[in-house]
């Protein structure tokens, strides 16, 4: 594909998106704008000009479904074929990647990645009234994980976050405690995990940390309205205080909060990163515009507003 195809069909508002100077970029881009469309093309223009090695760029996403429609948007519209050679995929994948290598360069075991964790919470709920409820077990682990927030803290957050959970805080907070003991006596990891690994050798080694960044200059981030806080530290880590980012989210289409996500963190981008360029997708190529203006009206009633 020729580097002016990658505007072909592009609205005045994606186009501006597409082809903005390489700085700090956070583009809010709601319900059938073409983000997605928008993210990769801009990707592939980045390539194109100049301004972005292709083995330099991480784009990160939350699902691998999504990741593997970034892969394929990419190579369709790489004008070479060194523009395929972005890497592309979620928090936990890109950060099971950084773990093997870093561990493999200190000549140290990649542990074992648990791939059965209900069957793991469910041991560590044995004898507990909320054996059966492993799912919401696990939901809430991740929480706590996301947030920092160790067995012992756990009652006290989620009292202070006035929080529901499936039982009594301090049941949770047992089991949670069981489960972590029962990683470490098995010597394994969950997902969660590896993005603390690879934050504490980030923290610990300098070298590793910068060699992190240096590999990953290009930091692009899809649907970022559902980072949680564990996820942000390890975007924030890769950019290093750097202004190479280009962030699409919308806060209204949130999702994850179950999983810890805070869309506050996207909010706030524009204070954390200095000379940031914000731009708005308008348009919704989805939906009719009767629905549209009715979302619209919806959206402007008080009592309607979170």
Known sequence: MEPDDLLRGLD?????????????????????????????????????????RPERVLAITFTREAAAEMRRRIAALAVDRESARATVGTFHAVALGLLRQRLADVRQPMPVVVQQRRQLVEIAAE??????????????????????????????AVARDGRWVPGRPAEVADVYRRYESLKQRRGVVDLNDLILRVLDAMAADANFAQATRWRFRHLFVDEAQDMNPLQYRLFDAIRGGRADVFVVGDPMQAIYGWNGADRRLFDRLPDVIRGVTVIRLGRNYRCTPEIVAAADRKSTRPELQS
């Open 12 to 52: 005045a508002d994606q186009r501006e998106a597409v082809t903005c100077p390489p700085t700090a970029t956070i583009v809010h881009a709601g319900a059938g704008s073409g983000k997605t469309r928008v993210l990769t093309r801009r990707i592939a223009w980045r390539i194109a000009d100049g301004s972005a």
């Open 127 to 156: 004898g507990s009234a909320l054996r059966d409820r492993a799912v919401d077990l696990l939901a809430e682990i991740d929480w706590a994980h996301s947030r920092a927030v160790a067995p012992g803290q756990y009652a006290a």
